[in-house]
């Protein structure tokens, strides 16, 4: 059961400004709770319908759920198609380190949820465990950033700060990537284990503050010769492509 | 002036239904209408802002575009912010032939329009110019595709066509290459330059009767070691990373 009072409550949740005032945030659909409950986020309260019991019975019920009806949870969910499943979770307090020999992605105004979630799910598979965004990067916590991590949120550590400060003094002891028309060739670049990897905006690419931090100037190469191609590549492809080169053996 | 009447004409190009019977699509931004005017595709009319009028009017003049308000705009146009161009043009009749010598996508079940859109884009970028989608794949005419593609549909051919029966013809001559755990490493495996690749669905990945007529298994190795992972990459991720390496020189 659960009363209007509460359903009121999680939906405040979709927004932003509480979710900050809170410390809280949704986690929605199947795989993305079972992840959420195998790490380390303290859970507050999971819903989920009939439908979730009886398919999962022995996992779910260790976890006491609340039972909600199909339409409470279309309610409380910001998905189109509601889930089955939907936990409440608390924000981290704190992130670790960020570990001076290891591969650092920084992300400048990605602005896309769909994106920042793609580009933290690739990471976790390229094994690059931290993310530095911008503070003007879409929101970490936003649903559908944690929706499309498919639960690498819960791998991934994903930090906020200002960028031109963060990598000036990074360049002090390592390398700053920047993805650039006319940079050097990927495909020949020779990566170093911790170089950091400055993804940019959507529409307007790296800022003209932080590519001013970057040390060196790369490019993905277009295949096609002699016609019109597209003109750039999906910020999420962007990062997949040099991560997959950076992490390679 | 545009008339209330076509309007609703309009809006009904928002339901696929409706771009079968008609033949029509619609394509919104500047981007993709600049794209659209400058590709062989048939433009039927294109709708203007005063915004984008007084932003473009050397181009724009030209192509005598029907000038609305904002607020007709937002009603002939899909996207919650709404552009200031939009165009209506025909569909396609007919593609060229896939050439046995050029590499060649085959997305099983692709359902997610902007995955379809930003492989399209992708595509162009590393000069893959034929994709065959099975059937069950969002329609390459869908708004959400056209828009992802960022201009690129302009460029690539999509055909639709049942996939079994397509790549077992295709491969008397040529290798079948599909994304599997546990397939060969792309990183060593030698990519033959009339290759096709096979992309599964975003959740159920190739299926059983596609996995049939695949030739060659390859897996996008994970960096990370020890520790829980992604469990996969996003499809248009996955089909990135491949068409990097196929078409590499």
């Known amino acids: 059961m659960i009363s209007k009072n509460r359903i009121s409550q999680i939906r405040k949740l979709h927004a932003k400004k509480f979710r900050d005032e809170s410390g809280l945030f949704l986690v929605e659909g199947y795989k993305s709770v079972e992840m959420l409950c195998a790490s380390d986020?303290?859970?507050?309260?999971?819903?989920?319908t009939e439908n979730a019991l009886t398919d999962n019975a022995v996992w779910l019920s260790s976890l006491s759920p609340t039972l909600v009806t199909a339409e409470e949870m279309s309610r409380i969910s910001t998905m189109q198609t509601p889930p089955e499943l939907l936990a409440i979770a608390l924000q981290r307090q704190s992130l670790p380190d960020i570990p001076a020999e290891q591969p650092v992605l920084a992300l400048d105004h990605i602005s896309d949820p769909g994106n920042l979630g793609t580009i933290i799910r690739t990471a976790d598979w390229f094994d690059i465990q931290h993310i530095v965004c911008s503070p003007d990067c879409v929101e970490f916590y936003n649903p559908k950033v944690?929706?499309?991590t498919m639960g690498s949120f819960t791998h991934i550590h994903v930090h906020y700060r200002s960028l031109p400060e963060f990598l000036k003094q990074e360049s002090t002891y390592r390398r700053i990537l920047g993805t650039f028309l006319g940079g050097?060739?990927?495909r020949r670049f020779e990566f170093n284990r911790n170089d950091i990897l400055v993804i940019g905006n959507e529409?307007?690419?790296i800022s003209a503050e932080v590519a001013s931090t970057v040390t060196r100037r790369i490019t993905i190469p277009t295949a096609a010769q002699g016609r019109d191609t597209a003109e750039s590549l999906n910020a999420a492809v962007a990062a997949a492509v040099v991560m997959f080169r950076m992490t390679g053996c």
């Open 41 to 48: 986020f303290e859970v507050e309260e999971i819903f989920a």
């Open 146 to 148: 944690i929706q499309a």
């Open 184 to 186: 050097e060739d990927i």
């Open 203 to 205: 529409s307007n690419g």
